[in-house]
């Protein structure tokens, strides 16, 4: 068990937020998150270091494309939020085919990180189904990435994209170790089919054992998409990891 409080990937809530971000933020509180990881939050600084204090909500981490993009603005926006972690949350599905491919991406990410600390700022990987499903060389482009990776740079493994891409997530997060500072964790039928994910402990995902295998990794909620009621599915999920030891 961690010992820092539940978070929520706020992309979960996107379309209440988008409809009235008040709302939807005051929604998170009731349901008892104190931190929220961001997303889309560069063109939106003054909104969110607005509205954040007023829902006693903190930024556990954020998410921002870093890899060949102008990094620069996501950092100063991140400083302006008290963000200390931007995440990546995706490299194009093509370019994790060869290994060659994906040395490079962890070289292009190492540079950024190294200028990321000038700004107090750590920077990390968030993986999709097709970094685990790509096999390279005897393990997968994900492992093949995180050897390559300079130790300054972190990764926020997606439990259930892992096992999308056939790969155990509790052996991954028994592989990868202290290299993992944040999990995504979710529910559903794993497969690709967003709508069918669902609370965390109402799917057949191996929560538990998942949780056990990162015990240092922040637990971010989320659900890409859901055929219900989102904030209903929150409200059960933090009734689940409530229930069998993470705190708020």
Do not use: C
Not at 12 to 35: K, M, N
Not at 182 to 207: E, L, S
């Amino acid at each position: 068990m961690t010992t820092t409080p539940l978070s929520v990937q706020l992309y979960t809530v996107r379309e209440a937020f988008a409809a009235d971000p008040a709302s939807a933020l005051q929604r998170l509180s009731s349901i008892g998150f104190t931190t929220v990881e961001l997303y889309g939050f560069v063109d939106r600084v003054a909104e969110f270091a607005d509205l954040l204090p007023k829902f006693g909500l903190t930024p556990s981490s954020a998410h921002a494309s870093l890899i060949g993009k102008d990094f620069v603005p996501v950092f100063e926006a991140a400083q302006a939020l008290g963000v200390t972690t931007v995440i990546d949350p995706m490299v194009a599905e093509t370019r994790w085919t060869t290994s060659d491919d994906v040395v490079a991406i962890a070289d292009e990410l190492n540079a950024v990180a190294a200028i990321a600390a000038d700004a107090g700022i750590t920077v990390g990987y968030h993986n999709h189904w097709f970094e685990p499903q790509s096999a390279l060389d005897g393990t997968n482009a994900l492992e093949a990435f995180a050897d390559n990776l300079d130790p300054a740079v972190i990764l926020e493994v997606d439990t259930y994209w892992s096992a999308v891409g056939g790969v155990d997530p509790v052996g991954l997060l028994e592989r990868l170790g202290d290299r993992v500072h944040f999990i995504h964790v979710k529910d559903g039928d794993i497969t690709r089919d967003n709508t069918k994910q669902v609370a965390v402990g109402g799917g057949r995902m191996p929560v538990l054992e998942i949780l056990a295998a990162a015990p240092q990794a922040t637990r971010v909620v989320e659900l890409d998409d859901h055929a219900g009621d989102v904030f209903v599915a929150l409200e059960d999920s933090v009734r689940f990891l409530t229930a069998h030891g993470e705190t708020l």
